[in-house]
């Protein structure tokens, strides 16, 4: 069982990518002022309560840029953002608690944490819950979360696009009367958001 979830875990994470934060004013469109502080500037921030500057804190930590790896303790400064409703730091936390990344693996934490990042609109989070639903043959459960990831006005395009393909392959294997279902509990959990 237990090498059937890290097997798990591992073919949903090779599709689930790490987020970006939102962008601020008078710097590069592809870059935040957190981005490029120093990092006793960032802890300094971070510590004061800023919910960009934890998430970004956490991120080198993550990655080991500019200041000692520690995934530890960046799953401690997501947490902090997350808990402040920054959506990327939710994506990410819940992908950490998917990999075991500085923690145990927990599937019931991480589900709780791409779902708050879904409730706000990623749908990078809505892409990789339905990935997990159908890795373990919840196939409504996950046809409803990538036509979550698929409708209009969500975050990224490219998921956008890869979920329509899903749900695609998915109607081949669901009857109209499960595809209704899961279109309807899509639109009750988005309405609800």
């Known amino acids: 069982m237990r090498f059937f979830k890290a097997a798990l875990f591992t073919a949903v ?15 590069p469109l592809d870059t935040s002022r957190y981005e490029i502080m120093s990092i006793n500037e960032l802890s300094s921030h971070a510590a004061q ?14 990655k080991g840029q500019g200041v000692a790896k ?28 998917l990999r075991g990344e500085g923690v145990q693996p927990n599937l019931q934490q991480a589900r709780k ?12 989070a809505s892409y990789t819950l ?17 036509d979550l990831a698929a409708r209009d ?18 109607a081949l294997n669901l009857s109209n009367s499960d595809i209704n279902s899961a ?3 899509a639109d009750r959990w988005f309405q609800n958001k």
């Open 113 to 124: 944490w791409l779902e708050k990042a879904a409730m706000r609109g990623d749908n990078r």
């Open 13 to 27: 994470l090779t599709t689930a990518s790490l987020a970006n934060a939102d962008l601020v004013a008078n710097i």
């Open 153 to 170: 006005g969500m975050l990224d395009e490219k998921v956008r696009s890869k979920a329509r393909g899903k749900i695609g392959q998915l």
């Open 49 to 62: 309560g800023n919910d960009h500057a934890q998430f970004y804190l956490a991120k080198r930590l993550q």
């Open 70 to 97: 520690n995934t530890s303790q960046a799953l401690q400064w997501y947490t902090r953002a997350a808990e402040q409703g920054v959506a990327p730091a939710q994506l990410n936390l819940g992908i950490m608690y």
């Open 183 to 185: 279109r309807t509990q």
């Open 130 to 146: 339905a990935l997990l639903d159908e890795k373990q043959r919840n196939l409504v459960d996950a046809y409803k979360w990538y």
